[in-house]
Nanobody
């Protein structure tokens, strides 16, 4: 059974930082490109970042480029999202999944950026 467990969210002031871990199980993690997606209140899901299985190569939405950094630890089946210079518009629930998403999403982790 695929499980994805996100954590690390919280309330942070504008300009602050958070690091979100996502621990995966139930599939061969190292063989999958992984992504972070977020959903703000009243809005649809928004792709945030992807990391592939290769070099690895990373990709970012324009809204997060230069502020967010994705990484992975295949030995521990984990993908991370380091978020710096946070803005109020980054407020959302953050989810991880494979790029070709598994049906079973995690519960996500709430990030609130507010003064």
């Amino acid at each position: 059974e695929v499980q994805l467990v996100e954590s690390g969210g919280g309330l942070v002031q504008p300009g602050g930082s958070l690091r979100l871990p996502c621990v995966a199980s139930g599939f061969s993690f190292g063989s999958y490109d992984m992504a972070w997606v977020r959903q703000a209140p009243g809005k649809g899901p928004e792709w945030v970042s992807t990391i592939d299985t290769g070099t690895p190569t990373t990709y970012y939405a324009d809204s997060t480029k230069g502020r967010f950094f994705i990484s992975r630890d295949n030995a521990n089946n984990a993908v991370y999202l380091q978020m710096n210079s946070l803005k109020p518009e980054d407020t959302a629930v953050y989810y991880c999944n494979s790029v070709a998403p598994f049906p079973s999403w995690g519960q996500g982790t709430q990030v609130t950026v507010s003064s």
